[in-house]
């Protein structure tokens, strides 16, 4: 069986309308959490090693340490500068992680960036020589010219950092019109998810009866997908709809283990193999 191991690289707190949007479009619902007072529990920042037979791949690289000095996130990115508070130490950082769990991070086979926003990207400094996969979409986005105004801060990347662009270019698989296979026995396979940003990539991991579906910011939370919410920052509301019903749809087709990057019962639901249903929904206990 494949396995998936969470690795949590510190806390991030966002804004509450940003889990609780208000507005369909993007300039208002971003304006409300902008001027929301109100913040989150503090959730995790994920990233994941997928043990294949293939090599180990890493699904995001988590945080970064240096987000705790002053000036790291440009002050003119309101938004970034004012409405996501992350902390980390050095120790709680993917490398210093993976090492502790036996693999040399520089050893891996791939890393795959579910999107290249902070506390996702953070971590690449311990993958260099590495093969990283983004989407071209995602890629094109983060490191055009308008990539900082939408939050992609390119000047933390390292400065090897040149990633392998991927199209979802395998035809449908279950209830995505596109896929891609990652692994020669197709166990692991790169998912569209649009909608949170525009090029975001959502991972599938075939493990024993069921699959892992380690998606990203494509929803917040396992509560959040159910309920069909959309992202108070989401680049496209109608995308991160349409992402978000084929993940449920999915879910309803098989056995499934969603784990979103910042919910904080997502290590739980992996650890105890307790699969997304639609009937989850009133008994699940993340309430903010
Ligand atoms: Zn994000």
């Given amino acids: 069986m494949i396995a998936v191991h969470p690795i949590q690289t510190g806390v991030v707190q966002i804004k509450s309308r940003q889990t609780q949007p208000r507005h369909e479009r993007r300039e208002p619902r ?22 294949h037979p293939e090599g180990l791949i890493v699904v995001d690289t988590g945080g970064d340490t ?36 036996g693999h040399d991070p520089r050893s891996a086979l791939k890393v795959v960036l ?7 990207a953070g971590g690449l400094a311990h993958f260099e020589g590495v093969d990283i996969l983004v989407s071209e979409r995602e890629a094109a986005l983060a ?3 308008m990539g900082p105004v939408n939050a992609y801060f390119k000047q933390h990347y390292p400065r090897w950092f040149a990633p392998t662009t991927v199209s979802f270019d395998s035809g449908p698989w279950e209830t995505f019109d596109a896929s891609i296979p990652l692994t020669a026995d197709g166990a692991v396979r790169l998912l569209p998810t649009p909608g949170h940003t525009r090029g975001h990539t959502s991972v599938a991991v075939e493990s024993g009866d069921h699959l892992v579906l380690l998606t990203g910011d494509a929803t917040y939370s396992e509560e ?5 919410a959309i992202d108070g920052i989401a680049e496209d509301a109608r995308a991160h709809r349409d992402s978000t019903a ?43």
């Fill in 224 to 228: 959040l997908l159910l309920a069909g």
């Fill in 114 to 120: 579910t999107h290249m926003h902070s506390d996702h």
């Fill in 246 to 288: 084929r993940i449920r749809e999915l879910c309803a087709r098989r056995d499934v283990i969603v784990v979103p990057t910042h919910d904080p019962h997502g290590a739980q639901r992996l650890a105890q193999r307790q699969f997304t249903t639609t009937t989850t929904k009133e008994q699940s206990d993340v309430r903010r």
């Fill in 66 to 101: 240096r987000v705790t000095q002053p000036g790291f996130v440009p002050r003119w990115h309101v938004v970034a500068a004012t409405c996501d508070r992350q902390s980390l130490t050095a120790q709680e950082e993917v490398g210093p992680q993976l090492r502790a769990l």
């Fill in 143 to 145: 490191l055009g010219r």
């Fill in 30 to 51: 971003v304006l409300d959490v902008l001027f929301d007072r109100q913040w989150t529990r503090e959730l995790p920042i994920s990233a994941y090693a997928i043990e």
